[in-house]
């Protein structure tokens, strides 16, 4: 076994080099190097991942969160994890301890996936090395991890084993697919467009019909979940322009040459000068380079987005709409880079570069060298670092190739140059702070308001108390930031905290925005309190301290009442209350009212017995009671388990049950 476990560290060990970026804070958060004070690792991971685990270990599967804008479908969010089993490993740790460790082996998996599925295409072990270095290191996976994309970036490391398996007998890729689409549906579009162009291009159309269905299968109850939130979501609003936003300008094209250290990340292509060098020299016309040449343009090209005549048409068509931000194909690309890349050192360790291709590299490394003096002349402090930087680079190369011309010196010294530049390029792109300076923020304020036993929300118009500090001591908001929130909630929260909805915001209510509070409309949605780092005034709010402010809303309603047929209201009994179940006792006759919002797959029970809720479509949940006592249940179990996970769960033993049988 010892022998087995140094064989494997000889051939993957290399693929531990990005925790030389990961692990020096490992124990805190990771933002944008940018400087960006937002970090979705923070805002919405860490309170998800903290929700779940509380709720695992008081023996509960969530399927409801009251965490945020006064709860959603947990079990339909895409960044709740719960469809994506390795995610559940996170949950064995202290968070966010326990969230960079799995994104760490998930950037490590990715090198070794893209290492196989090279070796798979019958590239030589230099080669694939560097493949698996480019894919892992890329810059814009850094950049997106900075970002604290945490679910993206884990579906993204998958991809490579997506392309493997579909070569592979011991693993069908229907499993891989399935396991993106876990992690993330929107990426699993793009990870699926990947597969099925690689599959028509190897003219496979019945291994790819056959895996599509069974992909269909294994992620149906997914698919589905997250197809009817995003129906309810302001998402299904986008607007073409909103569907285009941030998308790459002309002028960033740029940054495929010169490295883009602390740039916006959704901006950022650079894939290492080096690497666009090797790959531009190495033929990749030739038809076992065209595939991942057209997709290296293809993405390009759909990052440009909203440049492009016909783009707006486009971002109308179906399932399009819901794939914002253009510039994300980009992570594609990388895919791209690290094929071409590795066929560049295919080339030159089989010394495969003739005199005419060795004088367009000397051309080349001076046409480079030229530019790069250019831009740091034209562009002053703003470029001359990285245009020093790729120029060392690229005359280290040059180098290194006149001293040892072909062979396995020439391709050590480019994949150490190639390594040194991405480890400089990716570890700009992340900045480390510690767990208990970012739970800090708003700390004092939320223990503060820890202390009241009621069942209560608190409003931050300007967002004051941060998410994570609120989930970590358990308090409820009915603000939030979160990209999908349901279309009458949003709606009802802006009248309610006085401003319009302008547009499509991931935020609610959007930051920057002048606020005239509705404190009776806010009371009606359980907001007992209401937090600002200005001063506010409204009336029914009560003020009681500042720094920040905070205010008691005199109209605040209970999480359930009565309302009687007279027009009175009644207290009513809460008995249990659970992100799946709530239990009440009321007297009637009257209308009781749950300041819950109501989504389809809540069913009531009155007695034991079903009951509907009041209104076709309603915005709260409520039912009719008649007279006398009553024992009043709502739990939360969506159709789509119903129908699709018992089908899934078959598919999955089937899948498992044939490839055990295989290895017998």
């Not at 030229?370 to 280290?396: E, H, I, M, N, T």
Request: hydrophobic content about 50%.
């Amino acid at each position: 076994m010892r022998t087995n476990f140094i064989s494997a560290f000889k051939t993957y060990g290399v693929f531990l080099l990005p925790l030389l970026l990961l692990l020096p804070g490992v124990g805190g958060f990771m933002f944008p190097g940018s400087g960006s004070p937002f970090s979705d690792m923070a805002i919405t991971h860490y309170p998800n991942a903290l929700f779940l685990q509380n709720a695992l270990r008081n023996g509960e599967l969530p399927l409801w969160s009251p965490q945020i804008l006064s709860g959603f479908p947990f079990v339909a969010h895409p960044y709740s994890g719960l469809w994506y089993p390795p995610y559940w490993l996170a949950l064995l740790f202290p968070l966010p301890l326990g969230l960079n460790l799995v994104l760490a082996a998930h950037v490590v998996l990715a090198g070794v996936g893209m290492y196989v599925f090279l070796h798979q295409q019958d590239y030589g072990r230099p080669a694939a090395v560097l493949g698996g270095l480019v894919f892992q290191l890329a810059p814009r996976l850094f950049a997106h991890i900075g970002a604290g994309h945490l679910m993206l970036v884990m579906a993204v490391c998958l991809t490579p084993w997506l392309l493997w398996a579909s070569s592979s007998r011991r693993l069908p890729a229907a499993v891989v697919l399935a396991l993106i689409c876990g992690a993330d549906p929107r990426w699993g579009l793009y990870a699926a467009a990947l597969w099925a162009a690689w599959l028509l291009w190897q003219r496979r159309p019945r291994y790819l019909l056959q895996q599509g269905l069974l992909t269909g299968l294994l992620a149906l109850p997914a698919l589905w979940l997250f197809a009817e939130f995003g129906e309810h979501s302001t998402r299904a609003l986008l607007t073409p322009a909103e569907v285009l936003e941030l998308s790459l300008p002309p002028a960033n094209l740029l940054g495929l040459l010169l490295p883009q250290w602390g740039s916006v990340h959704e901006w950022l292509l650079y894939p290492g000068v080096l690497v666009v060098l090797l790959s531009l020299l190495a033929r990749p016309w030739e038809r076992g380079q065209r595939f991942w040449l057209g997709l290296l343009t293809l993405c390009v090209l759909v990052s440009l987005g909203s440049y492009l005549p016909g783009a707006e048409w486009l971002a109308q068509q179906p399932g399009l709409s819901q794939l914002r931000i253009p510039p994300r194909a980009l992570l594609l690309a990388s895919v791209s880079w690290s094929v071409l890349g590795a066929a560049a050192v295919q080339q030159l360790a089989a010394a495969a570069w003739p005199q005419k291709m060795l004088r367009l590299l000397h051309t080349g490394v001076l046409a480079l060298l030229l530019s790069f003096a250019a831009l740091a002349v034209w562009q002053g402090a703003a470029l001359w670092r990285p245009a020093l930087f790729a120029a060392a680079l690229v005359l280290a190369a040059w180098w290194a190739h006149e001293r040892w011309r072909t062979g396995r010196a020439l391709v050590l010294a480019l994949s150490v140059l190639v390594a040194a530049d991405l480890l400089a390029a990716s570890g700009s792109l992340l900045h480390f702070r510690s767990a208990h300076s970012v739970l800090a923020q708003g700390a004092e304020v939320a223990h503060y308001l820890a202390q009241d036993a009621d069942v209560f929300r608190v409003y931050s118009p300007d967002h004051s108390l941060p998410q994570q500090t609120a989930a970590l001591y358990g308090l409820e908001l009915a603000g939030g930031v979160d990209p999908l929130q349901l279309q009458r909630y949003a709606h009802a929260l802006a009248r309610a905290g006085g401003y319009s909805l302008a547009g499509y915001s991931v935020a609610q209510p959007p930051l920057g925005i002048h606020r005239t509070l509705d404190a009776r409309l806010l009371g009606e949605l359980n907001v007992k309190y209401v937090v600002s780092n200005e001063p506010l005034q409204a009336f029914g709010l009560e003020w009681l301290q500042s720094q920040p402010y905070v205010y008691r809303n005199q109209h605040f309603q209970p999480r359930a009442w009565l309302q009687s047929d007279d027009g009175q209201a009644h207290t009513v009994e809460l008995l249990t209350l659970q992100p799946n179940l709530i239990q009440m006792r009321a007297t009637g006759p009257g209308d009781l009212m749950l300041a819950e919002l109501y989504y389809p797959g809540w069913q009531a029970r009155v007695d034991g017995q079903p009951h509907s809720f009041l209104g076709g479509d309603p915005l709260l949940r409520a039912v009719r009671l008649g007279e006398g006592e009553h024992l009043i249940e709502m739990r939360f179990w969506p159709l789509a388990l119903t129908a699709a996970l018992p089908l899934a769960a078959l598919s999955w033993l089937a899948v498992l049950w044939r490839m055990l049988r295989r290895r017998a």
